[in-house]
């Protein structure tokens, strides 16, 4: 399903990527630091250095991929692919990822997603998933017009 032309911006890209924070990262330099102080104590550490290339790698790989289509929800190993018409709701457990809900009741947790995501989903899916946001902006619009 395509987003109408109206609901999108003209400069809007054909797909978003949710991607992990870049602040993880300095998960990576601490990850680094503890596997060289392990290195020193023993040399029998030495495949713990692998592990800030490990972190590297999912960091990267992590992401959600929204398109005119649906949801591609990227993991660790795999991907699931959740197309709009597929999409019955989004449930946003308490501390857990956001997950895809689909008609047939199965869940997909949505890496880098979050609530304060919504409006762009909104966006892209065609109003498909609901701008909680958006009520709340109309009236500031709408307050600020009658101020003017």
Same mark, same amino acid.
């Given at each position: 399903m395509?987003v #109408?032309a109206?609901?999108?911006?003209s400069q /809007? ?9 870049r %602040?993880?990262? %300095?998960?990576?330099? =601490?990850t680094?630091?503890?596997? =060289?102080? %392990?290195?020193g =104590? ?5 495949? &713990?250095? @692998? %592990?800030?290339?490990?972190q590297?790698?999912?960091? $990267?790989?992590? +992401?959600?991929?929204i398109d005119?289509?649906g949801?591609?929800?990227v993991?660790t190993?795999g991907?699931?692919r959740?197309e ?9 457990? +308490?501390?857990?990822a956001?997950r895809a &809900?689909?008609?047939?009741?199965? $869940? =997909?947790a949505l890496p ?8 762009? @989903? ?5 109003g498909? &998933?609901p701008? #909680?946001?958006a009520a *709340?902006? *109309?009236? $500031?619009q709408? *307050? $600020?017009a009658?101020? /003017?």
């Amino acid at each position: 399903m395509s987003v #109408p032309a109206a609901t999108r911006p003209s400069q /809007a890209p054909e797909s978003v990527a949710f991607v992990i924070s870049r %602040l993880a990262y %300095l998960t990576v330099v =601490v990850t680094l630091v503890i596997a =060289v102080m %392990l290195l020193g =104590v023993s040399l029998w550490f030495g495949w &713990v250095l @692998l %592990l800030p290339f490990a972190q590297i790698w999912w960091i $990267r790989r992590i +992401k959600t991929v929204i398109d005119d289509d649906g949801l591609t929800a990227v993991h660790t190993v795999g991907q699931t692919r959740v197309e709009w018409s597929e999409l019955a709701g989004l449930q946003f457990p +308490k501390w857990s990822a956001v997950r895809a &809900v689909r008609l047939d009741g199965d $869940r =997909v947790a949505l890496p880098a997603v979050s609530f304060d995501d919504l409006p762009v @989903l909104s966006l892209y899916s065609g109003g498909r &998933v609901p701008d #909680p946001f958006a009520a *709340e902006r *109309e009236a $500031r619009q709408a *307050e $600020r017009a009658a101020n /003017a």
